[in-house]
């Protein structure tokens, strides 16, 4: 994810990103678990993936809840630690993907090899 330069090892400078995002995702989380149960509930997700900066279309069959239901294995509704940070590194891999596309557009358009170069690269 931080492997800028594609060598498969971490430079001191990729570590700390990668190590501030997983601190970042660490501390949402715990901040939006109040009841303090080791889970989020979808409006708990909601809102801290809000606070990382995701803001994701809420309607039914929206981007939000494709998102979840592709993570939601059980079917609770509950998302512990792990999954929570699968999703985050997920949407940051989306997130870079799209504004390499996008160039600071609010939308952008790309073909099918445009497409499968993108997830090529996470």
Do not use: W
Request: glycine share 8%; net charge negative.
């Amino acid at each position: 994810m931080y492997d800028t330069d594609r060598t498969a090892t971490y430079s001191k400078s990729e570590f700390f990103q990668l190590y501030g995002f997983l601190q970042r995702v660490q501390t949402t989380f715990a901040q939006f678990d109040r009841d303090r149960s080791g889970v989020l509930d979808l409006e708990e997700m909601y809102q801290a993936l809000i606070a990382l900066g995701y803001t994701l279309d809420k309607q039914p069959g929206g981007a939000y809840y494709t998102l979840c239901q592709s993570y939601d294995f059980d079917r609770s509704g509950k998302f512990k630690f792990e999954i929570f940070v699968a999703m985050c590194v997920t949407l940051h891999n989306g997130k870079a993907i799209f504004d390499a596309f996008a160039r600071g557009a609010p939308s952008a358009t790309l073909d099918f090899n445009q497409f499968v170069y993108g997830v090529s690269l996470v």
